[in-house]
Nanobody
Framework: QVQLVESGGGLVQAGGSLRLSCAASGSIVSINAMGWYRQAPGKRRELVAAVTNEGNTNYTDSVKGRFTIARDNAKHTVYLQMDSLKPEDTAVYYC???????????????????WGPGTQVTVSS
């Protein structure tokens, strides 16, 4: 079992910044990848940014140059630094993690995909 705890969402003025954090916990053997999705009203859920175990990062085109994803491997935590925020960034942001974890015995470890509960980011005009 893997659990995700999100923080850092809130209300910010256009042009401002927010920093989202997501910490993974549980019987984790290793983290394969962590990242953030978002879903705005009337929009489809989309991948915002992700970082792999090797440190490779991926961003959707609309946030390149404005958002930065980083990972603290020791803390199993991923951060999303969001700068130059725009009203169109308003959405519920969901952390996700792909981790190798186990229930009971470590010999039963397998990959899990886990979602956080979501944190609201609102950017005012």
């Amino acid at each position: 079992q893997v659990q995700l705890v999100e923080s850092g969402g809130g209300l910010v003025q256009a042009g401002g910044s927010l920093r989202l954090s997501c910490a993974a916990s549980g019987s984790i053997v290793s983290i394969n990848a962590m990242g953030w999705y978002r879903q705005a009203p009337g929009k489809r859920r989309e991948l915002v940014a992700a970082v792999t175990n090797e440190g490779n990062t991926n961003y959707t085109d609309s946030v390149k140059g404005r958002f930065t994803i980083a990972r603290d491997n020791a803390k199993h935590t991923v951060y999303l630094q969001m700068d130059s925020l725009k009203p169109e960034d308003t959405a519920v942001y969901y952390c996700y993690a792909e981790a190798r974890a186990y229930f009971g015995r470590i010999s039963d470890a397998r990959n899990f995909a886990t979602w956080g509960p979501g944190t609201q980011v609102t950017v005012s005009s």
